[in-house]
Structure formats: structure tokens, C-alpha cells
């Protein structure tokens, strides 16, 4: 039997990529749609199993005289690209989910050190105490936010926390008092 009295067709319903190639061979009335159906069959393919095939389809073309069309869809093929397996990919991918979790870290501190602070200032000065949780709530970090904290256990006055508030770089009486003690 000779192939080329095959219909191209039956080749190109193939699961196996070997069958579609060889469709090039075969008998067809839309030479130009099997070679696009068959430079298709390539897309689930790794990169490298791609170049190979995509080779084999070109040698295998020359034999028909269709080489030049063949190159042209070759050529004009889009150029998909795999980036999942990319080194560059896993390692931004990694990034991100390390920089997630140092995020959802200190979201959480921040979240825990506001419901402590709120708590604090609830026991130990009531609502004149909750006030204030305006302006902790606007607190860009938790560094200064465990210094108000640690301030709320040491104060005598809400006043002396309003005072941090207002220029969180001078210290109050009260923590001048605590370190002249040690």
C-alpha cells in the first residue's frame, strides 16, 4: 500500500504524534490545514520534544516538495512558552510565597498587638484609655506599636500615652523614672 493513497485525515485524529507526522505524507485536499493541524499536535509538548518533532515534520515535508510551506507555518507558529519549570519562575514563585508568609506574620503580630493594646487600655484606664485606639489603629509599625504597649504597663496617667502619641521619640517621665532606677 502506498501511503500517499491514505486520507491525511485519519493520521491527524491520532493520539500518537508519530501518526500525525506522517500525515504530511498522506493524501489531503487542504495541504496548507494539515500542515497547521499537525504543527498543533505539538503544542502539549515539552520544549524539547517540540524542536524534535517540529525537525522530523520538516524533513518529513521535503519528501512531498512541501518544505517551503512548511517552514513558513514553522516560522509563523506562536511561540508558547512553559514558564511553570523556569528557573527564574520557581524562584520568583518561591519568593512570593516567602514574602506572603512574613507578611501574614506580621499582619497577625499586628493584629494580636492591637487586640492586647485595646485590652490594656480597657483594664487599666476604661474608656478614657479606648480613646486612643483611634490613633494606635494608625500606627504604621509594630515596633512602635510594642513600645506603646510596653509604655501602657509602665504608665501612671493616660495623659503620658497621649504624650507618646503625639512624638513617640521622647520618652515619658515614667520610663526616664524606670531607666535612672536600673
Given at each position: 500500500?502506498?501511503?500517499?493513497?491514505?486520507?491525511?485525515?485519519?493520521?491527524?485524529?491520532?493520539?500518537?504524534?508519530?501518526?500525525?507526522?506522517?500525515?504530511?505524507?498522506?493524501?489531503?485536499?487542504?495541504?496548507?490545514?494539515?500542515?497547521?493541524?499537525?504543527?498543533?499536535?505539538?503544542?502539549?509538548?515539552?520544549?524539547?520534544?517540540?524542536?524534535?518533532?517540529?525537525m522530523k515534520l520538516l524533513i518529513l515535508s521535503r519528501l512531498r516538495g512541501l518544505a517551503d510551506k512548511t517552514e513558513?507555518?514553522?516560522?509563523?507558529?506562536?511561540?508558547?512558552?512553559?514558564?511553570?519549570?523556569?528557573?527564574?519562575?520557581?524562584?520568583?514563585?518561591?519568593?512570593?510565597?516567602?514574602?506572603?508568609?512574613?507578611?501574614?506574620?506580621?499582619?497577625?503580630?499586628?493584629?494580636?498587638?492591637?487586640?492586647?493594646?485595646?485590652?490594656?487600655?480597657?483594664?487599666?484606664?476604661?474608656?478614657?484609655?479606648?480613646?486612643?485606639?483611634?490613633?494606635?489603629?494608625?500606627?504604621?509599625?509594630?515596633?512602635?506599636?510594642?513600645?506603646?504597649?510596653?509604655?501602657?504597663?509602665?504608665?501612671?496617667?493616660?495623659?503620658?500615652?497621649?504624650?507618646?502619641?503625639?512624638?513617640?521619640?521622647?520618652?515619658?517621665?515614667?520610663?526616664?523614672?524606670?531607666?535612672?532606677?536600673?
Open positions: 500500500m502506498d501511503i500517499r493513497e491514505i486520507n491525511s485525515t485519519e493520521l491527524l485524529e491520532s493520539d500518537d504524534p508519530i501518526d500525525r507526522l506522517l500525515s504530511i505524507l498522506c493524501m489531503t485536499e487542504d495541504t496548507d490545514g494539515t500542515i497547521k493541524e499537525i504543527i498543533a499536535g505539538s503544542y502539549p509538548m515539552s520544549s524539547n520534544e517540540q524542536d524534535s518533532y517540529l513558513k507555518e514553522v516560522k509563523n507558529m506562536p511561540v508558547l512558552i512553559d514558564v511553570t519549570n523556569d528557573k527564574l519562575y520557581l524562584e520568583g514563585k518561591l519568593e512570593g510565597k516567602l514574602e506572603g508568609k512574613l507578611e501574614g506574620k506580621l499582619e497577625g503580630k499586628y493584629e494580636g498587638l492591637l487586640e492586647g493594646i485595646e485590652g490594656m487600655l480597657d483594664i487599666k484606664y476604661g474608656a478614657d484609655g479606648l480613646t486612643l485606639m483611634v490613633f494606635v489603629k494608625e500606627m504604621a509599625s509594630v515596633e512602635k506599636m510594642a513600645r506603646f504597649k510596653e509604655l501602657i504597663r509602665k504608665s501612671k496617667t493616660v495623659d503620658e500615652l497621649k504624650e507618646f502619641l503625639k512624638n513617640p521619640h521622647v520618652l515619658t517621665d515614667t520610663t526616664n523614672h524606670e531607666s535612672n532606677r536600673n
